[in-house]
């Protein structure tokens, strides 16, 4: 009774927490992340893509 009680209640609280923490940490890491490096590096891969489109022209390798 322990076990099966103990299985099915710890697996939806540790599934709710794996869900929850995954959520609450993929936006807040996503948005550090498009906050710094994303827009420096938005800046860059442009600046990368435009001058390799101007290279290449018409293959344009995005």
Not at 16 to 39: C, D, F, H, N, R
Request: glycine content about 8%; aromatic content about 0%; cysteine-free.
């Amino acid at each position: 009774k322990t076990t099966k009680s103990d299985s099915p209640k710890a697996a939806p609280k540790k599934a709710g927490k794996i869900q929850s923490e995954t959520e609450v940490a993929k936006p807040e890491k996503t948005a550090v992340l498009t906050k710094t490096p994303a827009s420096s590096g938005k800046i860059s891969s442009a600046g990368v893509t435009d001058q390799a489109a101007k290279r290449t022209g018409r293959r344009g390798n995005r």
